[in-house]
């Protein structure tokens, strides 16, 4: 008994130095939910995300998210420049623009935050501020409310596993005049896209994928939304049992 005891106080005196530490707490002991869906999910009414998902409810507190999925992983994509001369314009996470007004320059910071459980669960979203600091807190808290559950397969014919490590079939997504390809690759092809791609395939759950970028690459904003509405769009179908073995659909 006195050993439970001594490993239940070890623990409590880890979260505090957690606390103190300004990490990510379980929401539960630090944060009361404000919305009737927070509430819901406190009271354990609500288990699990994907019942929020498909009653398409909007989910308008980011702690939701962080509750309901624990092992959330979040990274951000390199949408800026750094600025100088020999050597500079190396990618940054933080992007810098300015406006010039009659009276003074004025500094605006931009970040995109990519979040993920890496098993079917995904959202990308875009933050804006005076500091940097703020536009990363801003971009983590849309994508976390922008989060959306995707359809995995396997639709490539070389492979025809029945598994769930790639796409089921080729699909597209728009924004700006950047068109994001995905297509359905065997085991073992890794990812055969762009790096910023890569993050969002990683954090999604996806293995194994090829892709085809069209439009002005440049702007790296437009590459992760597009490519956020390709995986999106594996929603608007629907499936005949038979089609759903065949592909490795689950869900
Ligand atoms: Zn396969």
Known sequence: MENKEAVTEERTAASEIAESAGRRVYPEKTYEFKTELGKAVQNGEIKDIDEILQKHLKILEPQIVDFLLPDLQSDFLYVGQSKGKLGGGKRRIVRNTQKVTAKAKRQHFSAMAVVGDGNGHIGVGKGRGLESVTAKEKALKSAKLNIVSILRGCGSWECACHGSHSIPFKISG???????????????????????????????????????????????????????EALKSLNYYRFFNNEKESLGIKG
Do not use: E, H
Request: glycine share 10%; net charge positive; proline share 4%.
């Open 174 to 228: 728009k924004c700006g005049s950047v068109i994001v390809t995905l297509l359905p690759a065997p085991k073992g092809i890794s990812f055969c896209v762009m790096d910023d791609i890569k993050t969002i395939m990683r954090l999604a759950g996806i293995k194994d994928v090829w892709s085809r970028v069209q439009g002005q690459t440049a702007t790296r904003i437009n590459i992760g939304y597009a490519a956020f």
